[in-house]
């Protein structure tokens, strides 16, 4: 059990990605701290987690909210008595944040996008980031997005929202990892999720070199790899999880 002894929190885990995630943790028997807006989604996930026979706490709510993460993390060190794994993975283009062109894009609502896909994360890292550091182990994943590195026509505050966690994990790298912190970001391209057309779908699988979309236990693995002390030298990184997208094919 890879994981055993460790406890993980991981915000907005009520399915997705953030799911996916917790599920390889508990799987390899973490603790863990799970979180979503949704509170009746977070409980549907807490009682599956629950199945593979570990602790699970919930605490829902939104982690825009600077009291709510601060009542959560201190409940988190609580109940659990430390964190050791952090997946800093809240934040999300339209629907969520429905797309507009740069020059027609009124300010509240790129902040708001920046609140989500920025902010939110720095708020829990700065919650929980110093404890690990007297603790001297920790290991953290923000999710990011292809679209920080490739641009996005009409998504530009979800676009730089998302690089600027780029510039925020590879500065912090520099300096927690010689005190026992391993921080990076992973850059996703092409998860499934509900509200993706099914035009949009196959236009993204085109792209990827295995000619699909990803499976979302996929993208959970290598998170969980990343999290996990088999990632000991890697620290500062944005790591790519895009089945090529990044690459992407140019000829038919
Ligand atoms: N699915 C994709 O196409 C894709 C691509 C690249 C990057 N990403 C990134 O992956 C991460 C997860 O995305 P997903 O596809 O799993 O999304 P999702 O919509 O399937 O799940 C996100 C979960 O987070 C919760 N949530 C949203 N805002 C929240 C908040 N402020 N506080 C607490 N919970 C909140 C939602 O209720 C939901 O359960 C996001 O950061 C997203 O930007 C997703």
């Not at 059990?1 to 990605?17: C, D, E, P, S, Y």
């Not at 201190?74 to 629907?95: E, I, S």
């Given at each position: ?17 953030g799911f996916a995630t917790a ?32 602790k699970v706490t919930t605490h ?176 500062g990184a944005a790591v790519p ?12």
């Open positions: 059990m890879r994981f055993a002894g460790k406890v993980a929190l991981v915000t907005g885990a009520g399915r997705g990605i599920n390889e943790l508990a799987r390899g028997g973490a603790e863990l701290i799970i979180n979503d807006m949704d509170g009746e989604r977070l409980e549907a996930a807490a009682s599956e987690l629950r199945a593979h026979g570990v829902a709510g939104s982690v825009t909210d600077i009291a709510f993460v601060e009542t959560m993390t201190t409940h988190a060190v609580a109940d659990h008595g430390k964190v050791d794994l952090l997946l800093n993975n809240v934040g999300g283009g339209p629907p969520m944040t429905p797309w507009a062109e740069f020059a027609a894009s009124d300010l509240a609502h790129f902040r708001a996008i920046f609140e989500v896909n920025f902010f939110s994360q720095v708020l829990v890292l700065r919650a929980l980031l110093p404890g690990m550091i007297k603790r001297g182990y920790g290991k953290i994943v923000c999710v990011s997005s292809m679209s920080a590195v490739l641009g996005q026509e009409s998504g530009s505050a979800y676009a730089s929202g998302k690089m600027a966690l780029h510039g925020l994990v590879s500065s912090v790298s520099k300096e927690v990892a010689r005190k026992g912190v391993n921080i990076n970001a992973v850059v996703l391209g092409n998860p499934p999720h509900p509200s993706r057309t099914p035009d949009r779908q196959a236009y993204l699988d085109k792209l990827s070199h295995f000619a699909r979309v990803g499976d979302l236990a996929e993208f959970g693995r290598a998170i969980a790899f990343l999290l996990s002390d088999d990632a000991s030298y890697i620290s999880i895009d089945g090529g997208l990044l690459t992407p094919r140019l000829n038919e």
